[in-house]
């Protein structure tokens, strides 16, 4: 007889599709994959085998959308937790002194990639995808504290699926090796593109899997690992510690395992942002700031680094994101339907749209306690001490006193967005920063930062030279 279960929003097995790894460029999130037939990858029998439940920090994640950069988290179209995708990697930790796995774990090992020779006692290698080069891709699911499900279409809450169906898509802790401990790595890149994954970017070796990555600005990028069991069993786990013996206690702090998930103790994957954050907003800084039109602002950042995603030691070497390209200029996005195109006093239109705000003369107080207008979408980019930016616009003067005022050509103001009056000078990860610019038609552009809370911080300003 077929058996039947009903699922409803509660902890969710994690299981395979097909899956992407770090690229050369992001210009779509395309995830058209078929399933892997995972119960033809674990043992027959399944009846008292440990499934695999696995948590992330959600609170922590900004851009888990397939929007194109800097969407905020939780999105509020919940449909778009379906389209942000986390991967995960889980390998054997550290290595027995006697008897078996006296090495430490193989990373080249794979436990479900197709056309590789698969361990069924996951004895180096618990999870990865079905693709070699990359990881589970699993989704958090709407509306949950941080549980993640393994497609955007299945499992949805309060779905009738099959046993068959259950075993397809489940990932099992090893029956043998039932006290083996398991780190888990997981990592999130925002739009990367599946058709452009190449064996060049990934590095797959014994002791990491790391990948090239190329950023243009509106990408946000996370990874992390669940912390070591011993240091959060007596915080993270309160109820589940009072439950345990002795005996239990010593072995469960050890790290993650079917000992410890059988005992309802699961990872949760801690995930951080690997990049800084800056969002734009400008201000009126008298009359005639209007005569000013902003059309692109360039920010000089490094763009090509690297990305660890698993490695064999974690006590050695952690996930982590590090860029060491030249550095180039890249643009903020400024969306069409946001341009304006104002017009001079001869009615002449500017030829190319952009920012503009208006002095409100009824208003009181200085500049900063005039409305602010945000400008473009945002950039994300490597942690950094100093930015080079330049601010391209357009000046409405007269040529000649008495006569009508005129769009000039071109002109670039160039300044550095850097930290002041803060013991620590540098751009920090995981913070949203600030850029107010204050336009003043005829004086010039002033440029300030100061943290928005997304993680606690202090004022800050930026070091203005004029024009």
């Given at each position: 007889?077929?058996?039947?279960?009903?699922?409803?929003?509660?902890?969710?097995?994690?299981?395979?599709?097909?899956?992407?790894?770090?690229?050369?460029?992001?210009?779509?999130?395309?995830?058209?994959?078929?399933?892997?037939?995972?119960?033809?990858?674990?043992?027959?029998?399944?009846?008292?085998?440990?499934?695999?439940?696995?948590?992330?920090?959600?609170?922590?994640?900004?851009?888990?959308?397939?929007?194109?950069?800097?969407?905020?988290?939780?999105?509020?179209?919940?449909?778009?937790y379906s389209k942000g995708a986390v991967y995960i990697y889980a390998f054997r930790d550290g290595r027995n002194t006697q008897g078996e796995l006296t090495s430490y774990a193989d990373l080249t090992k794979s436990a479900y990639a197709t056309g590789y020779p698969h361990d069924p006692d996951f004895a180096d290698c618990l999870i990865d995808g079905d693709d070699y080069t990359l990881g589970l891709r699993t989704f958090v699911r709407p509306g949950s504290s941080g549980e993640l499900k393994y497609t955007a279409e299945d499992l949805k809450e309060d779905t009738l699926i099959t046993y068959d169906q259950i075993m397809d898509h489940v990932c099992y802790y090893s029956d043998r090796h039932q006290e083996a401990p398991y780190n888990f790595f997981a990592y999130y890149i925002d739009e990367l593109d599946k058709n452009r994954v190449l064996n060049s970017n990934v590095h797959r070796t014994r002791d990491s899997i790391w990948y090239d990555i190329s950023i243009d600005g509106t990408q946000?990028?996370?990874?992390?690992?669940?912390?070591?069991?011993?240091?959060?069993?007596?915080?993270?786990?309160?109820?589940?510690?009072?439950?345990?013996?002795?005996?239990?206690?010593?072995?469960?702090?050890?790290?993650?395992?079917?000992?410890?998930?059988?005992?309802?103790?699961?990872?949760?994957?801690?995930?951080?942002?690997?990049?800084?954050?800056?969002?734009?907003?400008?201000?009126?800084?008298?009359?005639?700031?209007?005569?000013?039109?902003?059309?692109?602002?360039?920010?000089?950042?490094?763009?090509?680094?690297?990305?660890?995603?698993?490695?064999?030691?974690?006590?050695?070497?952690?996930?982590?994101?590090?860029?060491?390209?030249?550095?180039?200029?890249?643009?903020?996005?400024?969306?069409?339907?946001?341009?304006e195109f104002p017009v001079d006093e001869s009615g002449n239109k500017i030829d190319v749209g952009g920012y503009t705000v208006k002095w409100d003369k009824n208003a009181k107080g200085e500049w900063y306690d005039q409305s602010s207008k945000d400008v473009g979408r945002g950039l994300i980019l490597p942690c950094d001490t100093i930015y080079e930016m330049r601010i391209h616009y357009k000046q409405k003067a007269a040529k000649k006193e008495g006569s009508p005022k005129e769009w000039s050509f071109s002109k670039i103001s160039q300044k550095n967005i850097e930290l002041n009056n803060v013991k620590n000078k540098w751009f920090q990860p995981g913070q949203r920063y600030v850029v107010s610019i204050a336009v003043f038609g005829q004086k010039g552009i002033q440029v300030y930062t100061a943290f928005e809370k997304w993680k606690d911080g202090g004022s800050t300003e930026v070091v203005d030279d004029g024009w």
């Amino acid at each position: 007889m077929k058996q039947t279960y009903y699922i409803k929003t509660v902890l969710t097995a994690l299981a395979t599709t097909a899956f992407m790894a770090c690229t050369e460029s992001y210009p779509t999130m395309i995830l058209e994959e078929t399933k892997a037939n995972i119960h033809d990858l674990n043992s027959d029998s399944t009846a008292n085998r440990t499934p695999v439940l696995l948590f992330i920090n959600q609170q922590d994640l900004f851009t888990v959308t397939a929007t194109r950069g800097m969407g905020e988290f939780p999105p509020e179209d919940l449909s778009k937790y379906s389209k942000g995708a986390v991967y995960i990697y889980a390998f054997r930790d550290g290595r027995n002194t006697q008897g078996e796995l006296t090495s430490y774990a193989d990373l080249t090992k794979s436990a479900y990639a197709t056309g590789y020779p698969h361990d069924p006692d996951f004895a180096d290698c618990l999870i990865d995808g079905d693709d070699y080069t990359l990881g589970l891709r699993t989704f958090v699911r709407p509306g949950s504290s941080g549980e993640l499900k393994y497609t955007a279409e299945d499992l949805k809450e309060d779905t009738l699926i099959t046993y068959d169906q259950i075993m397809d898509h489940v990932c099992y802790y090893s029956d043998r090796h039932q006290e083996a401990p398991y780190n888990f790595f997981a990592y999130y890149i925002d739009e990367l593109d599946k058709n452009r994954v190449l064996n060049s970017n990934v590095h797959r070796t014994r002791d990491s899997i790391w990948y090239d990555i190329s950023i243009d600005g509106t990408q946000d990028i996370m990874c992390g690992m669940a912390p070591p069991l011993k240091d959060v069993l007596d915080t993270w786990y309160p109820n589940q510690n009072k439950r345990l013996s002795d005996n239990e206690r010593s072995v469960i702090r050890n790290g993650y395992s079917k000992f410890s998930a059988d005992r309802d103790i699961h990872p949760y994957i801690r995930m951080e942002h690997q990049l800084t954050q800056l969002k734009f907003k400008i201000y009126p800084g008298d009359a005639t700031a209007d005569d000013i039109v902003i059309q692109k602002i360039e920010v000089l950042f490094r763009h090509n680094g690297h990305m660890t995603i698993a490695t064999q030691d974690p006590s050695k070497s952690k996930p982590k994101v590090w860029f060491d390209g030249t550095p180039d200029w890249g643009n903020l996005n400024f969306p069409a339907e946001d341009l304006e195109f104002p017009v001079d006093e001869s009615g002449n239109k500017i030829d190319v749209g952009g920012y503009t705000v208006k002095w409100d003369k009824n208003a009181k107080g200085e500049w900063y306690d005039q409305s602010s207008k945000d400008v473009g979408r945002g950039l994300i980019l490597p942690c950094d001490t100093i930015y080079e930016m330049r601010i391209h616009y357009k000046q409405k003067a007269a040529k000649k006193e008495g006569s009508p005022k005129e769009w000039s050509f071109s002109k670039i103001s160039q300044k550095n967005i850097e930290l002041n009056n803060v013991k620590n000078k540098w751009f920090q990860p995981g913070q949203r920063y600030v850029v107010s610019i204050a336009v003043f038609g005829q004086k010039g552009i002033q440029v300030y930062t100061a943290f928005e809370k997304w993680k606690d911080g202090g004022s800050t300003e930026v070091v203005d030279d004029g024009w």
